[in-house]
Nanobody
Framework: QVQLVESGGGLAQPGESLRLSCVASGSIATIYVMAWYRQAPGKQRELVASITSGSSPNYADSVKGRFTISRDSAKNTVYLQMNSLKPEDTAVYYC????????????????WGQGTQVTVSS
């Protein structure tokens, strides 16, 4: 079993910054993808940013230039640095990973964190 624990959400004013963290633990041999999604009230969950080992990060157009995703593979941790926050960034942010309990053969599975609330308001 794999557990994801998120932290760092909260209340921020427009223009401020927050940093989210997500630590993965449990039966993990390798992590292929680490990502952040968000879901605002009444809207579908959407991809915010993703990162794989050995390739450039991928961002939603709405956060390009403001958010930065990074990972510490040794700690199975992914971060989301959110700068210049806007009210439309208000949502529950979910950590997501695709990992395998074995290197070979690979058996990828997807796991989700419990979510952390980010509220941007003056």
């Amino acid at each position: 079993q794999v557990q994801l624990v998120e932290s760092g959400g909260g209340l921020a004013q427009p223009g401020e910054s927050l940093r989210l963290s997500c630590v993965a633990s449990g039966s993990i041999a390798t992590i292929y993808v680490m990502a952040w999604y968000r879901q605002a009230p009444g809207k579908q969950r959407e991809l915010v940013a993703s990162i794989t080992s050995g390739s450039s990060p991928n961002y939603a157009d709405s956060v390009k230039g403001r958010f930065t995703i990074s990972r510490d593979s040794a700690k199975n941790t992914v971060y989301l640095q959110m700068n210049s926050l806007k009210p439309e960034d208000t949502a529950v942010y979910y950590c997501n990973i695709v990992s395998s309990q074995t290197i070979f053969p690979p058996r990828p599975n997807t796991y989700w964190g419990q979510g952390t609330q980010v509220t941007v308001s003056s």
